[in-house]
């Protein structure tokens, strides 16, 4: 066993950007092997829309998710012929519990780029456009954030859909209700209430039409068993059980995403380096705001790949 003991975490809806995965592409025959797997099961072009954009076409909820989820797979592929070190336990925020899902081999690539394609478009009409939002609640406990859902239910749902670290709460819920709350937050204390910028309220009991159609589609989804135990989002601790794993994931789309307390459960368990691979430093910035001993690499592009294997191998020789 070696002295650092890793997660791999995988980033969720909101971390894509054009460009994503490019430099990786061209670099790396397993990042381009993944990218044409992926591409087998989608109904457009991947690699197109991933490193060209248009942004407006890439945030759509259809979209986004197929191709965070490919270009997270094949960036795992690529680091993983480069190492020998294994992590404990593998996560993600929301989307990202796919990518953890594909990359402990619960969900061929093909498999889950057509599953997360339907879960796009199964969340984005459930709820019409324009009557749900979310909005993020800094500096304020949650405790005071449930309290002023609570108090704003009056204007409709309202509720905590991201519980991201100590200082950062995401709300989500019917627009009016959302505003209201926000208002609530503010003045019992919170430091911001930011509105974000998403096409419905995700993790909300106002996805629930988009968990029926998804335990529909799952009815037809086989499921194989993981190479390493990955955290499920509706509860904070591990898959025990692969006749449990279509329920928890129904139970995601509706349920609060417990990204904070599944970061102390690894941590609990002894984990003190966390990989983000994907897009971005968002789950490497939340990991450092939960605990700041912990040490964070990323997998996004070949520079920092580069630092990781570097980082890695280090571990692993000191451990000889």
Request: hydrophobic share 40%; proline share 4%; with cysteine.
């Amino acid at each position: 066993m070696i002295s650092k003991r890793l997660a791999f975490i995988f980033p969720g809806q909101g971390s894509q950007v054009p460009g994503m995965g490019k430099a990786l592409y061209e670099e790396n025959s397993i990042f381009r092997e993944a990218f044409a797997q992926a591409q087998q099961a989608l109904p457009f072009d991947l690699k197109d829309l991933c490193f060209n954009g248009p942004k407006e076409t890439l945030d759509n909820t259809v979209y986004a998710q197929p191709c965070l989820l490919a270009t997270s797979v094949a960036a795992y592929r690529t680091l993983l012929s480069h190492i020998t070190v294994q992590p404990v336990f593998m996560a993600g925020l929301s989307l990202g519990e796919y990518s953890a899902l594909t990359a402990s081999g619960v969900f061929s690539l093909e498999q889950a780029a057509s599953l997360v394609h339907h879960r796009g478009r199964f969340m984005e009409n459930a709820v019409p456009q324009g009557k749900g939002t979310m909005a993020a609640i800094m500096g304020l406990d949650t405790a005071a954030i449930q309290e002023a859902c609570d108090q704003a239910i009056g204007s409709g749902i309202v509720e905590i859909a991201n519980y991201n670290y100590a200082g950062q709460t995401v709300i989500g819920g019917e627009v009016a209700a959302v505003r209201q709350a926000m208002e609530l937050c503010l003045e019992k204390g919170a430091k911001r209430a930011v509105e974000l910028a998403v096409s419905g309220p995700f993790h909300t009991s106002m996805l629930k039409e988009a968990a029926i159609q998804l335990e529909n589609y799952f009815k037809d989804v086989a499921f194989g068993p993981w190479t390493v135990p990955v955290i499920s989002n509706f509860r904070a601790t591990p898959y025990e059980t692969l006749e449990e794993a279509s329920n928890l994931l129904v139970q995601q789309v509706v349920s609060s995403v417990q990204w904070e307390q599944s970061v102390q459960y690894m941590i609990s368990q002894g984990v003190d380096t966390f990989v983000e691979i994907g897009t971005g430093k968002t789950l490497s910035s939340f990991v450092k705001r939960i605990d700041k001993t912990c040490t964070t690499l990323q997998v996004e592009d070949p520079a920092s790949l580069e630092k990781t294997i570097q980082c890695l191998e280090e571990y692993q020789h000191a451990d000889k």
